[in-house]
């Protein structure tokens, strides 16, 4: 079976001695980086399966590995900051984070949101009863996880791809802000309506033949969000 792998990048020896503790008791493999720089070389070495990332660091920002990261990755990326400002947040969730923590943190909390990645990684390789998806440019194979749009095939996030497949698994539906949440973020973040309207944009960015004039994904103002049936 595999051990799952996870990068913390930190320049707080405390905090990094503390995530490290934890996450070996929970049977983790772990790689740590101290500054942006070492970061990426360990990144490139080790290709962990999670990437929990401070973006206050020396030499290369967290900003600046996310946006890095993002160029030839998928896997999860976790930001944990000090910074409370929901501009931050946004700005990181923009550049390709999956998930954001504000510190201070409890232990419980931050086992719990990681195994809650790997739980949700592991459901996105299941294959659903329905074979396909497909409206106009727009198809899903959901056994081989491709995604075309306007015949190119389609990279996305482990996220966005859980996304897209809940509103296509429930095409022609309505699904609220809190049903999007809780299928794929989870319970500890069902307060986050951000995720999801940077989620959206970001899938409209990547499969919209205009994104600002969606096509398939439609907003329902106050309620949610509905792929085209």
Known sequence: MHTPRVLIVDDDVAIIKFLRANLKAESYQTFIAMDGANALETFEKELPDLLILDLMLPKVSGFDILGQVRQWSQIPIMVLSALDDERDKIRCLDLGADYY?????????????????????????????????????????????????????????????????????????????????????????????????????????????????????????????????
């Not at 791809?161 to 429930?170: F, G, H, I, K, T």
């Not at 609220?176 to 309506?193: C, F, I, M």
């Open 101 to 229: 923590v504000t510190k201070p943190f409890g232990v419980s909390e931050l086992i719990a949101r990681v195994k809650a990645v790997f739980r949700r990684t592991q459901t996105i390789g299941a294959t659903p009863s329905q074979p396909t998806y497909k409206s106009g440019a727009l198809e899903i194979n959901f056994a081989q996880r491709r995604v075309i749009a306007g015949g190119e095939e389609v990279k996305l996030t482990p996220t966005e791809y859980s996304v897209l497949q809940e509103l296509a698994l429930n095409a022609g539906k309505v699904l609220t802000h809190s049903h999007l949440l809780n299928r794929v973020w989870g319970l500890e973040y069902r307060e986050e309506r951000e995720y999801v309207h940077v989620f959206i944009r970001r899938l409209r960015a990547k499969l919209e033949p205009d994104p600002t004039e969606p096509e398939y994904i439609t907003t329902i103002p106050g309620v949610g969000y509905r792929l085209k049936g």
